[in-house]
Nanobody, 124 residues
Framework: QVQLVESGGGLVQAGESLRLSCAAS????????MGWFRQAPGKEREFVAA????????IYVDSVKGRFTISRDNAKNTMYLQMNSLKPEDTAVYYC?????????????????WGQGTQVTVSS
């Protein structure tokens, strides 16, 4: 079992940056692929980024490429999402997720554990 807790959300202006963190419990964190998803009001939850167990592979949705960077520190059982050049359309609740396989995936269905989410609001 893995428990995930997100932090780092907040209210920023367009063009500013935020770094989200996802702290995980459990000794198997380092063997899991991890991902970030987001859900805006009235919209479905969507994939943002994912990282393999050793950070050897990362994938991103096209809309955040070049602005967001996903990373992880297995020694700290923590995953991060550095978000730069934020836009109002990035406003959403951001969720971290863990997958019981070490292969990254874009699909929400492939992730087994979820955090409660952290709100990111970007004003124009």
């Amino acid at each position: 079992q893995v428990q995930l807790v997100e932090s780092g959300g907040g209210l920023v202006q367009a063009g500013e940056s935020l770094r989200l963190s996802c702290a995980a419990s459990g000794r198997t964190f380092s063997s899991y692929a991890m991902g970030w998803f987001r859900q805006a009001p009235g919209k479905e939850r969507e994939f943002v980024a994912a990282v393999s167990w050793n950070a050897g592979r990362t994938i991103y949705v096209d809309s955040v490429k070049g602005r967001f960077t996903i990373s992880r520190d297995n020694a700290k059982n923590t995953m991060y999402l550095q978000m730069n050049s934020l836009k109002p359309e990035d406003t959403a609740v951001y969720y971290c997720a863990a997958r019981r396989y070490n292969i990254v995936s874009y699909s929400i269905l492939d992730y087994d554990y979820w955090g409660q989410g952290t709100q990111v609001t970007v004003s124009s």
